[in-house]
């Protein structure tokens, strides 16, 4: 930087005082010779670069005026020390060259002092309260040009001090003006790049008692309405990926390519974007796992849980991944109270055990596994079991959720035991098998009050104990009437469905008696009621169904063993008197021969049962029929088509005569509705052509 720029900060107050020749007239010196005090020099830059060049200049002049005295004085000297004048000194022609340079040489030196032009002002060392209107719009024209905030505000600080009447406060006002808007133009920048206070800050810099202030107010206005509006989007979609809304969200961030700054609309747009994106993926993994965790399988939960674990702490379903993680967990533990209440201790271990440390529910499944080990060694059965258990369950802290649980599981396995050893006591007995150890080990779990945790366990060996003895003291009851039944004639069977009786309704082998009894009845009365089941088969063979039928109906009324049999007799015989019926009557309603008659009679032969012997007759018969209808639909087609089509139409599927009755049926039809031939035009015979020779 040379002496004439103006540095990076220096203060409207500072500067030194003039000396000797800053303390010229400042018309003087900068020429202020407009109209309106604006320096002759301007203040463009290149105004400065002419300044400096006769800076250069005068500083010449000077160097070779003091070179020129320099000479004279030596001279002087030289002639006062010698007493006399040189001899070149008394040359006349010396003389005459000298006249001659000397004024040219004066009036040169004239000519460059009037049209040398005044020097630039160095800005840093003005002493301000004396510095001309046109200096200090120099000075702050030069600090503009530096387009900083901070030089522009000096700027305009060393000129809008000037009173309101003085000549340049037109254009001194017109550059405020511009230098108000280049400081809003660099705030909007910081605006542009996202910094929303730092261009606030920047645009409030701008003196209040300067026309341009008006404007600050609309820019801020305008900047934090954009703002608010492309913050509100921004956070409107953000609100839509935490509720997995992808398409909602992708909507609101198209329109943040439409707000009206770089920093929103590029970088933040930018971001969203990808945060969606992302999100949108995480919200993919967790959708996954919550349709994983909704099957209630130990592996699906656990595959469940990895996928929430994968979402990581910049992701916007960070916290519901977090928080679902728990709740699969859980479900994990619901599994396995589940076998847990099955009484699958194993399992119910198993699984708590894989639940891992990231559900966060590690003294919820430290408390299920000490309670399921300890009721794992209580359903082992014995004293040593309960009292392991027992001891399990005491190192359960009271602060725990689950204490109250264990101290009544405690409470419980103490009165076990004790049912514990009468149960044992009483199985040793039992296993004896005689009725008396029998009768001992009932009475020594009945001391087992039905309350107690084992009074259950203990009803049920009693019931058990006690059909055996039942089992022992009825089955030679069985088996006597066994022998007796197997001879199969009614005092036999009379006589074991009495010894079976003796077992008493409630005992263990009652419903065997039962079941017995019923089966020597049924004998019984089969013996009885065959006579009357032969009789009637035999008056059917003979053609005498009306009285086979009378007969079996005594025993199909009765409900006894064989009543089911006749009334399967009673209906098969009753089947072959209605076709019977049937066929008689067609018969007679055929012989009429009219097609009505015919298609009556047709109709009841078809009624004729196909197991029935009668069935062969009937389809003959039928064809027999169908034939006559389809010469009858014939005969009467020859004078009436339409009465012939709707005779042959009744002719029945599958006789033999229906193929024909169909053909014909269908030539009379084509005959009444003919179908319209294609006309074929006419050759067009060519002109020297003629017909039948004419």
Avoid at 395 to 404: E, G, K, T
Avoid at 510 to 515: F, I, L, M, T, V
């Amino acid at each position: 930087m040379t002496e004439r720029d103006i540095p990076d900060s220096w203060s409207s107050a500072s500067g030194r005082e003039p000396d000797q020749n800053t303390r010229l007239s400042r018309t003087e010196e900068f020429g202020e010779t407009q109209p309106f005090g604006v320096p002759a020099t301007g203040s463009t830059s290149k105004s400065v670069k002419r300044r400096k060049k006769n800076d250069t200049d005068r500083k010449a002049s000077r160097r070779e005026g003091l070179h020129i005295n320099s000479d004279s004085e030596e001279t002087a000297q030289l002639s006062r020390s010698s007493g006399k004048w040189p001899r070149w000194m008394k040359s006349w022609t010396l003389w005459l060259v000298l006249l001659m340079l000397i004024p040219g040489s004066v009036g040169v030196l004239a000519m460059a002092m009037l049209l040398k032009l005044p020097a630039a002002p160095n800005c840093p060392s003005i002493f301000w309260p004396l510095a001309s209107a046109s200096v200090r719009l120099h000075c702050a024209q030069l600090a503009a040009s530096k387009e900083t905030v901070n030089d522009l505000l000096q700027a305009i600080a060393l000129v809008k001090q000037l009173p309101q009447n003085h000549p340049l406060h037109g254009e001194i006002d017109r550059f405020i003006e511009e230098w108000s808007r280049d400081i809003l133009k660099l705030a909007d920048q910081s605006f542009q790049t996202g910094n929303l206070d730092e261009a606030i800050a920047t645009a409030e810099k701008i003196p209040q008692d300067v026309a341009a202030y008006k404007l600050v107010d609309e820019q801020i206005g305008k900047w934090q309405s954009i703002w608010s509006k492309a913050e509100a989007t921004y956070n409107g979609a953000i609100a839509e990926v935490r509720e997995r809304r992808w398409q909602s969200a992708f909507m609101l961030s198209a329109k943040m390519l439409r707000v009206d700054n770089q920093y929103w609309a590029g970088t933040k747009y930018d971001q969203l974007n990808r945060l969606i994106a992302t999100a949108r993926e995480d919200g993919d993994k967790l959708g996954k796992a919550e349709n994983l965790a909704s099957s209630k399988v130990v592996d699906n939960l656990l595959e469940a849980i990895k996928l929430a674990e994968s979402i990581g702490q910049e992701s916007y379903l960070y916290q519901k991944a977090q928080s679902a993680i728990p709740a699969f967990g859980r479900k994990m533990l619901e599994l396995a109270e589940a076998k847990l209440d099955k009484r699958d201790a194993d399992e119910a271990l198993n699984i708590a055990r894989q639940i891992p440390e990231s559900a966060k529910i590690q003294a919820e499944i430290d408390d299920f596994i000490a309670i399921a080990d300890a009721k794992r060694s209580a359903w082992i059965g014995n004293v040593s079991g309960l009292e392991a258990a027992i001891a399990q369950a005491q190192q359960i802290d009271p602060s725990r959720p689950v204490y109250n649980e264990a101290q009544q599981l405690i409470a419980r396995w103490q009165v076990e035991i004790e049912d514990v050893a009468n149960l044992e006591k009483a199985r040793i007995l039992a296993s004896q098998g005689t009725v008396p150890n029998l009768t001992a080990a009932i009475a020594q779990v009945d001391l087992i009050p039905a309350s107690n945790p084992r009074g259950t366990e203990a009803r049920q060996e009693s019931d058990r104990w006690r059909a055996q003895v039942e089992t022992i003291e009825d089955q030679p009851y069985l088996d006597r009437a066994d022998q007796i039944a197997v001879f199969e004639d009614i005092n036999s069977l009379q006589a074991a469905i009495a010894q079976a009786s003796e077992i008493r309704k409630g005992r263990a082998l009652y419903p065997e008696a039962r079941k017995k009894i019923r089966t020597w009845i049924g004998k019984i009365q089969r013996i009885q009621d065959q006579p009357y089941l032969d009789q009637a088969q035999e008056l059917a063979q003979s053609g005498n169904l009306t009285a086979a039928i009378g007969v079996a109906q005594q025993i199909a009324s009765s409900g006894r063993a064989l009543s089911g049999e006749a009334q399967a007799a009673i209906n098969d015989w009753e089947g072959q008197i209605r076709t019977t019926e049937n066929w008689k009557k067609a018969q007679e309603v055929g012989a009429a021969g009219t097609p009505e008659a015919l298609v009556e009679a047709i109709r009841l032969a078809n009624r004729v049962s196909d197991s029935s012997i009668l069935r062969m007759d009937a389809n003959q018969a039928i064809d027999q029929w169908s034939q006559q209808l389809l010469e009858i639909a014939r005969s009467q087609g020859q004078s009436d088509m339409a009465r012939g089509i709707d005779i042959a139409k009744s002719i029945p599927r599958g006789s033999a005569a229906y193929s024909a009755a169909r053909e014909q049926i269908k030539a009379w039809e084509e005959f009444l509705n003919p179908q319209p031939q294609p006309q074929l035009e006419s050759p067009q015979l060519p002109p020297s052509t003629t017909i039948n020779g004419q």
